[in-house]
């Protein structure tokens, strides 16, 4: 069975700076699907970032940019130019390509902090 | 824009009680998803539906059931609850198609078991 872990359960960075969050998963398949998630406080869950197993190219989405090594089964996540805005919950989710399933597998969530 | 509703933001129920969560989406997905949030635990699949009257159990389905008598909505129940199902509860739906597309959530609803 797939797994995802986020081993950093609380961040925090000062507003400008760049921050990186870590997940690694595990998984046997060869394709799939891997997504960043951030979960504002109060707020509903909004998709950040995307990335295709096939793709070697790393997805990036505006200030938000991820570093996927797909033999060390890592996806991070690094925001750049943080704002107070990008205070969150954010949950890195593995779907696998198979089509007789659309589930999510999530991580445990990194609460991160923005500082003025 | 899809929208993803759910009846309660804030729910106390007693324990015993039969509780209902509703989810309602507008957009025609096919695929819908209920979840169990909690700290330190991340997100959990209770139940998932892809098509009406269809339903298929997640990774922790004990204690609840589910109905999806039409096609926009997706309802959780809770047949007797417990304290233990004191919880953040999101409900999400999706399009069959493309693989790659990303689940739309609710805004969630907290239920406290008291």
């Known amino acids: 069975a797939q797994t995802v872990t986020q081993s950093q359960p609380e961040m925090s960075v000062q507003e400008a700076e760049t921050v990186t969050l870590s997940c690694t998963y595990d998984t046997s398949e060869s394709d799939y699907y891997l997504f960043w998630y951030k979960q504002p406080p109060s707020r509903q869950m909004i998709l950040v970032i995307r990335?295709?197993?096939?793709?070697?190219q790393n997805a990036t989405e505006n200030r938000f940019s991820v570093n996927f090594q797909k033999a060390a089964k890592s996806f991070s996540l690094k925001i750049s130019d943080s704002q107070l805005g990008d205070a969150a919950m954010y949950f890195c989710a593995y779907r696998s390509s198979s089509y007789n399933t659309d589930k999510l597998i999530f991580g445990t969530g990194t609460r991160l902090q923005v500082f003025p | 824009d899809v929208k993803v509703t759910q009846s309660s933001r804030y729910l106390v129920k007693r324990t015993g009680e039969k509780v209902f969560l509703e989810c309602v989406q507008d957009?025609?997905?096919?695929?819908m998803f209920w979840y169990r949030q909690d700290p330190g635990l991340g997100l959990r699949l209770i139940y998932f539906?892809?098509?009406?009257?269809?339903?298929e159990k997640g990774d922790i389905p004990e204690g609840y059931s589910v109905s999806r008598e039409k096609k926009e909505r997706f309802s959780l129940i809770l047949e007797s609850a417990s304290t233990n199902q004191t919880s953040m509860y999101l409900c999400a739906s999706i399009s069959g198609a493309p693989i790659y597309n990303e689940q739309f959530f609710g805004p969630g609803t907290r239920l406290t078991v008291l």
């Open positions: 990335q295709e197993a096939y793709k070697q």
């Open positions: 539906s892809y098509d009406v009257k269809m339903k």
């Open positions: 957009m025609d997905h096919e695929n």
